[in-house]
C-alpha cells in the first residue's frame, strides 16, 4: 500500500512560470519530508527537506510547503528554468525509525523555453 | 570526492543466476540503504544497515541477500535471479550522528540496470 503518493505523473509549466508539485501522505507518524530530483541515467539528488515542526521551508528559487492536517506537502519552483526539467520525487521518514525513507511515485516535469 | 559509487551499471543474467551489486560510499556515513525502482511504483527499499555488520528487512526483501563487513561498502545479492528482479537498483546512504533519527538526506549513487531474462 502506497504511504506516499505522487498523483500527477506529469507536469509541463512555462520557462519563467511557476511549477508546483504535489504530494500525498497516509502514515500520521511521518515528521521528515524530503524532496529529490533525478535527471535520466543519474541517481536521486536531494533537493529540500522540512520537519513537521515547520509548514514552509526556503532554498533558492524552490520552497516545499506542509499541512499536516491535510496531509499534503508540495514543492514550488519560481521561476521554473529548462534545467529544471527532472522527474521529482517526495519521500517521508517516521518518527523513531532512523532515516527509513518512503518515496512517491514522481512526477516527471517539463520547463518549455 | 566519488560519494556513492555503484558497480556493475548494466547487467544482464538469465533466470537462476546469481550476482552480487556493490555499493561503496566515501563519506564515513553509517546507514546504507538499497532500492528497487520500477515503473509507476517509485523507489522501494529492499534492505538497510544502520553501521557495519548489521542488516535489516524494507519494503521487498523477498530473493535478496545483503552484507555489511565495512562501514563503506554494502553489497546487494540475488542468489537465484527471477524476471520481477528486472529494475534499478539505487545504493544511499546517510549520516546520523549520535544514532537515533535525524534530519539527513540520503545520497544516492548512479544505480544498476539490471534485466533478468
Known amino acids: 500500500d502506497q504511504q506516499v503518493k505522487q498523483n500527477s505523473p506529469s507536469l509541463s509549466v512555462q520557462e519563467g512560470r511557476i511549477s508546483i508539485l504535489n504530494c500525498d501522505y497516509t502514515n500520521s507518524m511521518f515528521d521528515y519530508f524530503l524532496w529529490y530530483k533525478k535527471y535520466p541515467a543519474e541517481g536521486p539528488t536531494f533537493l529540500i527537506s522540512i520537519s513537521s515542526i515547520k509548514d514552509k521551508n526556503e532554498d533558492g528559487r524552490f520552497t516545499v510547503f506542509l499541512n499536516k492536517s491535510a496531509k499534503h506537502l508540495s514543492l514550488h519552483i519560481v521561476p521554473s528554468q529548462p534545467g529544471d526539467s527532472a522527474v521529482y520525487f517526495c519521500a517521508a521518514s517516521p518518527v523513531g525509525t532512523g532515516n527509513q525513507f518512503y518515496f512517491g511515485t514522481g512526477t516527471s516535469l517539463t520547463v518549455i523555453p | 570526492n566519488a560519494g556513492v559509487t555503484q558497480t556493475p551499471k548494466f547487467r544482464v543474467l538469465k533466470t537462476g543466476q546469481s550476482m552480487t551489486l556493490l555499493c561503496a560510499q566515501d563519506?564515513?556515513?553509517?546507514?546504507m540503504y538499497w532500492y528497487r525502482q520500477d515503473p509507476g511504483m517509485g523507489l522501494r527499499l529492499i534492505h538497510y544497515?544502520?553501521?557495519?555488520?548489521?542488516?535489516a528487512k524494507g519494503e521487498v526483501p523477498d530473493g535478496y541477500n545483503v552484507s555489511r563487513l565495512k562501514k563503506q561498502n554494502f553489497l546487494l545479492g540475488l542468489e537465484s535471479a527471477a524476471p520481477s528482479q528486472t529494475s534499478v537498483y539505487f545504493c544511499?546512504?546517510?549520516?546520523?550522528?549520535?544514532?537515533?533519527?535525524?534530519?539527513?538526506?540520503?545520497?544516492f549513487g548512479n544505480g544498476t540496470r539490471l534485466t533478468v531474462t
Open positions: 563519506m564515513n556515513h553509517e546507514y
Open positions: 544497515s544502520v553501521g557495519e555488520g548489521t542488516t
Open positions: 544511499a546512504s546517510s549520516y546520523t550522528p549520535g544514532g537515533g533519527p535525524v534530519d539527513s538526506p540520503l545520497h
